[in-house]
């Protein structure tokens, strides 16, 4: 396994939640108003993507809009790296591709999603502070369980002071959906869109064919990902009783099962617009920063 694509994987994915995490803390609170309510009965703060931006801004100010940025940034380079890493080892091997030389779209989903899982798994305690702390709002647009942790090492502290080791990993199964299902879509679909662009002469600027094979990535995996994406922010955001219980969910199951019930397909879809608009992009920058940062390695024979 070559390290380098590991490291430029994580890279590449913390360039690009520099520029979307501020849609990161809007999609978090749009999936968290309303909770287990029925639609029309609860008051919506966060009215869309424009009036969930100006909402922020006026109540916690421009910096807001960056709450969670630190352990985001950690969450987004462990993932990709690990993701993105796995993915270029298993092409590089060609573990993607048919008995024929060409490339599978089955053994690509795979290991998109194996990658994906992995590393999931291991960045799950960023992403629990990460979305504890976008969560948290004053109180007149306050949505979900409100944890009020001064940062990322407050909140680490916190969590481990209640729930031990196992208490920052709480909530890692739907972690693991979540991941396995956005990677292995990802993944799966960049390189055959490429090279459709490519082949057929519709794109074939390596940067700006890189771009757009991301951009039509990010519209299929948001699709996908959205409804686990959900419940991912309700089960790390939820509160625990005395006994590390969680509040109002048991596991991913019991919280799809309760939403789809309380809420309909609208409620396993809150926030799609906000996470479409984050995560298309941010799919685009991801791939595209890798595609470059690979390229410049190869150009300079950098070593890691």
Known sequence: MNASEYVIGGLAAVGATIFTNPLDVI?????????????????V???????????VIRNDGWSGLQKG??????????????????????????????????????LSLFWGAAGGA????????????????????????????????????????HIYRQGGIFGLWRGSTASIARASIGSG?????FGPVKSVLRDRNVVVQPALNSLCGG?????????????????MTRLYNQGLDVNGKGLLYSGWLDCFAKTARTEGLYGLYKGF????????????????????????????????
Not at 27 to 43: C, D, F, H
Not at 45 to 55: A, N, R, S
Not at 70 to 98: C, D, E, K
């Open 45 to 55: 703060p966060y009215k869309g993507i424009l009036h969930g931006l100006v909402t």
């Open 185 to 189: 879509v990802q993944l799966a679909t």
């Open 215 to 231: 951009f039509i990535a990010g519209c299929v995996v948001t699709l996908a990902m959205t409804p686990s994406d959900v419940i």
């Open 273 to 304: 617009w906000a996470n479409y608009l984050r995560l298309v992009p941010h799919s685009a920058l991801v791939l595209l920063f890798f595609d470059e940062l690979m390229a410049l390695k190869n150009k300079y024979e950098i070593k890691f």
């Open 27 to 43: 999609k978090t609170r749009i999936q968290l108003q309303g909770e287990l309510a029925a639609r029309g009965t609860y008051v």
């Open 118 to 157: 992995v590393g999931a798994y291991c960045s799950s305690p960023f992403f629990l502070v990460k979305t504890q702390l976008q969560s948290h709002a004053p109180k007149q647009v306050a949505v979900g369980y409100q944890h009020n942790h001064t940062g990322m090492l407050s909140a680490l502290r």
């Open 69 to 106: 940025l630190v352990p985001t940034m950690h969450f987004q380079f462990i993932v990709n790296g690990i993701r993105l890493g796995i993915y270029s080892t298993a092409a590089n091997m060609q573990w993607t591709r048919r008995k024929n030389g060409g490339d599978s779209f089955g």
